[in-house]
């Protein structure tokens, strides 16, 4: 669906911000979406088929990539793919000894894990904005939107998964009388405050997840609609235009990666403090 065939601009929008949705439809049952407004029907229990493909591949790419850098690791010279994975582990082993003041050895990994994930679902956003929907619709598919990040659904489960992962250390390194003890006796230290505080610790520990997950969505949404309506414009101005903007957003991919994974070590240091 290339923006120079005759389909309207607001028509083309809807169609790369559309993803390939599958659910139950109230009137066809289980299927796939042809539509936004078939989409949004199929309420809860719809998934996004392009989001999470394109998140397992990417995961799969990672997994992929490091084992291959693991096995033909040397002593001597290091290749370029050596070189690589090991300044990506050194920069997380850097970030992690400043970030994180706890003993656990499950944060490192953790923390490259999400590092390396979000980077390669973020860099997804550099492949022009019709190459993969013009492709999948030739093969019969009318949706296809591959950056995973775009998706708040994508980015909510991600910060949701390292928000259990709060909770979790907060209860096993605190006891449960311990983190209930900081959610009522923070920031006041007086029974009589013990309300005020829980309504304080309760929304701002609820808001971690919430604005991890809409930061990253938020600029790698307003990421893609730029380049979708770069894409709108005449061919000499989509050069022109769309070169340095993505140029410039290899830097936002890689920044909203490292805030990210950043600020989930930071909250997790904090879950392993003894106050």
């Known amino acids: 669906m290339a923006a120079g065939n005759d389909v309207t601009p607001t028509a083309y929008i809807q169609h790369h911000l559309q993803n390939l949705t599958f659910g139950n439809h109230p009137e066809n049952g289980w299927s796939l979406a042809h539509s936004a407004l078939e989409a949004r029907e199929m309420g809860f229990w719809a998934i996004h088929l392009d989001t999470m493909g394109w998140s397992i591949a990417m995961g799969v790419l990672f997994i992929w990539v ?13 290749g370029k793919l050596q070189n690589a994975v090991e300044m990506v582990i050194e ?21 490259l894990t999400l590092f390396v994930w979000i980077l390669l679902m973020n860099t997804l956003k550099l492949i022009p904005v019709d190459y993969f929907p013009e492709l999948f619709m030739r093969l019969g598919v009318d949706y296809m939107k591959i950056v995973p990040t775009t998706d708040p659904n994508a980015t909510l489960g991600i910060a949701l998964g390292a928000f259990f992962l709060i909770l979790f250390y907060s209860i096993k390194v605190k006891g449960v009388g311990g983190f209930a003890k900081e959610l009522s006796l923070t920031p006041f230290n007086h029974w009589a405050l013990i309300p005020f505080n829980l309504l304080l610790e309760i929304i701002a520990l609820l808001v971690k997840p919430f604005s991890l997950a809409m930061r990253l969505f938020g600029n790698m949404f307003a990421g893609e609609v730029i380049f ?12 022109l235009l769309d070169v340095p903007w993505a140029i410039f957003h290899i830097l936002v991919v890689t920044l909203q990666a490292f805030i990210f994974t950043t600020l989930s070590v930071v909250y997790l240091s904090a879950a392993h403090e003894h106050h």
């Open 91 to 111: 920069f997380i082993e850097n970030l992690v000894q400043g970030a994180f003041h706890g003993r656990n050895p499950l944060i490192a990994p953790l923390a």
């Open 228 to 239: 979708i309506l770069i894409a709108l414009l005449p061919f000499w101005a989509i050069w």
């Open 66 to 78: 490091f084992r291959k850098a693991g096995k033909i690791a040397t002593t001597g010279v290091p």
